[in-house]
C-alpha cells in the first residue's frame, strides 16, 4: 500500500475481515460497506402526546356558582355608606377650613399664637382627611382610622372657637355636626365591610 499511485481495489474501501470461523454474510451491500445496520423487531411504538400543561385533562371545572352568593355579597358590600362617609368628609373638611381661615385672618393682629395653633390644627386635620378619603376609596382600613382622627381635629378646631369666646355668625355653631356625621359614617359597619 503505497500513497503515490492510484488506489486499487483492495485499498478503495477498508473492510472489516470475519473472523476466522464465522458464517459468511448473504447481504451484498454489508459485505461491500461493513456497515451495520439494525432492523426493527416489531412494530413502531406508539408515542404519547405531549403535554402541554400540568392540569390534568380530566379535572371537571364547575360550571356556575350559587345563584344567592353574588347577590348577598353585591348587598353586604354597597358603596352607599362609603360613598356618604366620602362625601360628609370634604364637606365637613372644606367647612373646618373655611372658618379656621376666616378666623386667622381676624385674629392675627391680636393672638398671632393662637392663629398659629388654629393653622397647625387644620394643616393636620386636612392631611388625614384627605389621606382617609383616598384610603377610603381604594378600600383600605386605614381610611376609615384617617377620617374619624381627621374629624377630632376639626372638633378640637371648633371647641378652641368657643373656648376663645370668638364673635361668630349662628351657623358656625351647627357645623360641628359634620365632623360628628363624618366619624359616625366611618365607624359604620357597612363602611367597614367595603373596606374588607
Known amino acids: 500500500m503505497t500513497s503515490?499511485?492510484?488506489p486499487s481495489e483492495e485499498t478503495r474501501i477498508i473492510r472489516r475481515q470475519p473472523e476466522a470461523g464465522a458464517p459468511p454474510t448473504s447481504n451484498f451491500a454489508e459485505q461491500q460497506?461493513?456497515?451495520i445496520r439494525r432492523h426493527p423487531t416489531g412494530a413502531?411504538?406508539?408515542t404519547p402526546e405531549p403535554q402541554t400543561s400540568f392540569i390534568p385533562q380530566a379535572v371537571p371545572v364547575p360550571s356556575v356558582a350559587p345563584p344567592q352568593a353574588p347577590r348577598q355579597q353585591a348587598s353586604r358590600r354597597s358603596?352607599?355608606?362609603a360613598s356618604a362617609t366620602a362625601t360628609v368628609s370634604i364637606i365637613s373638611g372644606w367647612a373646618t377650613a373655611v372658618i379656621a381661615t376666616s378666623l386667622i385672618s381676624g385674629w392675627w393682629g391680636t393672638d398671632e399664637l393662637f392663629c398659629i395653633a388654629i393653622g397647625f390644627l387644620t394643616a393636620v386635620s386636612a392631611a388625614a382627611t384627605?389621606?382617609?378619603l383616598i384610603s377610603l376609596l381604594?378600600?383600605?382600613r386605614i381610611g376609615r382610622l384617617l377620617?374619624?382622627?381627621?374629624?377630632?381635629v376639626a372638633l378640637m378646631i371648633f371647641a378652641g372657637l368657643f373656648v376663645a369666646g370668638a364673635d361668630l355668625p349662628r351657623l358656625v355653631y351647627g357645623i360641628p355636626i359634620l365632623p360628628v356625621a363624618a366619624i359616625t359614617l366611618a365607624l359604620l359597619p357597612a363602611t367597614g365591610r367595603w373596606c374588607d
Open 147 to 152: 377620617i374619624v382622627v381627621g374629624s377630632i
Open 33 to 35: 460497506t461493513g456497515i
Open 130 to 132: 384627605i389621606g382617609g
Open 4 to 6: 503515490d499511485g492510484p
Open 44 to 46: 413502531f411504538p406508539a
Open 138 to 140: 381604594l378600600r383600605q
Open 79 to 81: 358603596p352607599l355608606a
